[in-house]
């Protein structure tokens, strides 16, 4: 089973702040995710890639398959980007070869 | 909109009870998929559906139930075998292994 890292756990920054939130798995896969959880609970898909960079806004993801590592950046930061963001490393064999990190808490301070 | 609709938001159990969750989709998504998730855990899959009638277990199955009767709709029932019940619950879909759409949750409780 894929293990998934998140850091930092916790990270409280400025407006206009560069934000980067790191993701880790042990495991070999085909796709990432990354997710973002608003305060009322809900889940939005930002990004799933396999491989690069992809680019939505402010928002940037990045993986690296040889290192076993993807980074979520936010640029020029905004306290609506407050939120928990949840990378998910998906390895392939069906729908339980999806692993979820345990999520970062990023608060944006005005 | 297309999305996926969750009800109810809040929902309270009482010992030895039945309740279940309703989980409904407009994107003409094949795949629908339930997760639980706990406070410092990350996001846990109970069951999933790749097409209606069929179901699979996911990792943590025991004391729950579902059905795929229709396209649209994947109800998770929490039986009273489940003996932690207290957790949120999201509702996804997708067009493969992987969710594409969430719902915006169920948090249910033991009174």
């Known amino acids: 089973k894929n293990e998934v890292e998140q850091s930092p756990q916790n990270l409280t920054a400025q407006e206009g702040e560069f934000i980067t939130i790191n993701c880790s798995y042990s495991?070999?896969?085909?796709?990432l995710h990354w997710l973002q959880q608003h305060p009322g609970g809900g889940i939005v898909s930002l990004f799933m890639l396999s491989s690069g960079k992809k680019k939505h806004g402010r928002l940037i993801a990045t993986i690296n398959i040889q290192e076993k590592h993807s980074s979520l950046h936010i640029t020029a930061s905004h306290p609506r980007d407050s939120a928990v963001y949840i990378c998910a490393a998906y390895s392939g064999g069906g729908a339980d070869g999806l692993t979820f990190g345990k999520g970062t808490h990023l608060i944006i301070q005005p | 909109d297309g999305g996926i609709t969750q009800s109810p938001k809040y929902l309270f159990r009482k010992e030895g009870q039945n309740v279940t969750l309703s989980c409904e989709q407009n994107l003409n998504h094949d795949a629908m998929y339930w997760y639980r998730q706990d406070p410092g855990q990350g996001l846990r899959l109970i069951y999933y559906s790749q097409i209606v009638n069929d179901f699979q277990k996911g990792d943590i199955a025991e004391g729950y139930s579902v059905s795929r009767e229709k396209k649209e709709s994947f109800p998770l029932t929490v039986t009273s075998a489940q003996k932690n019940p207290t957790a949120f619950y999201l509702c996804?879909?997708?067009?493969?292994?992987?969710?594409?759409?969430f719902g915006d949750g169920t948090r249910l409780s033991i009174l």
């Open positions: 996804a879909s997708g067009v493969s292994n992987q969710p594409q759409h």
């Open positions: 495991v070999g896969i085909s796709a």
